[in-house]
Antibody
Framework: QLVESGGGLVKPGGSLRLSCAAS????????MHWVRQAPGKGLEWVSS????????HYADSLNGRFTISRDNAKSSLYLQMNSLRAEDTAVYYC??????????????WGQGTLVTVSS | DIQMTQSPSSLSASVGDRVTITCQAS??????LNWYRQKPGKAPQLLIY???DFEGGVPSRFSGSGSGTEFTFAISSLQPEDIATYFC?????????FGQGTKLEI
């Protein structure tokens, strides 16, 4: 199970930290992702982090504003979002890799947390 | 980056119809293609991975085919519970990318 929290309303230029609490599986064995969906729009992969914290990757569009991290002892995933813009408004999903072997198979997904960037 | 072009963007069909959705990749992605279903107000759910393989519990009326740059998702006999938006997604190269989605209505 994946449960996101930390979403809300923030002004342009502000910061927000999303959290995802994981349970029911060996958290440190899986690569984790953040995927977002703007209202009424499609899906956009945001970032990923390997199980051992060795590798992180980001969408180019973020321009270094977001930082993904994890605490395996707490089975938690985080997304620190800085310099937020209106176009970052979206539901942010915490997503696990389906397997520990292949990467890019997104399953399961959390219920999502809404981030709204507006003055 | 790999662009995924999905069509149609919306589709209206009747119960029992066969429906197909196509997804085109901007470059060869072999079979590194997944399909997801997103029911209204819910998170997406993986249905088909590696272009043709079923996720457990997925009804047999769903199928996927294709390789390279052209892929197809089909529902052989549309059911009312299939109302959803369907997305394709490539995982051949980061950044992973999705098609824009097909909203299926009955």
């Amino acid at each position: 199970q994946l449960v996101e929290s930390g979403g809300g309303l923030v002004k342009p230029g502000g910061s927000l930290r999303l959290s995802c609490a994981a349970s029911g599986f060996s958290f440190d064995s899986y690569t984790m992702h953040w995927v977002r969906q703007a209202p009424g729009k499609g899906l956009e992969w945001v970032s990923s982090i390997s199980g051992g914290n060795t590798y992180v990757h980001y969408a180019d569009s973020l321009n270094g504003r977001f930082t993904i991290s994890r605490d395996n002892a707490k089975s938690s995933l985080y997304l620190q979002m800085n310099s937020l813009r209106a176009e970052d408004t979206a539901v942010y999903y915490c997503v696990r890799e389906k397997t520990t072997v292949f990467e890019g198979w997104f399953d399961p997904w959390g219920q999502g947390t809404l981030v709204t960037v507006s003055s | 980056d790999i662009q995924m072009t999905q069509s149609p963007s919306s589709l209206s069909a009747s119960v029992g119809d066969r429906v197909t959705i196509t997804c085109q990749a901007s470059q060869d992605i072999s079979n590194y293609l997944n399909w997801y279903r997103q029911k209204p107000g819910k998170a997406p759910q993986l249905l088909i991975y590696a272009a043709t393989d079923f996720e457990g519990g997925v009804p047999s009326r769903f199928s996927g085919s294709g390789s390279g740059t052209e892929f197809t998702f089909a529902i052989s006999s549309l059911q009312p519970e299939d109302i959803a938006t369907y997305f394709c997604q490539q995982y051949e190269t980061r950044p992973y990318s999705f098609g824009q989605g097909t909203k299926l209505e009955i």
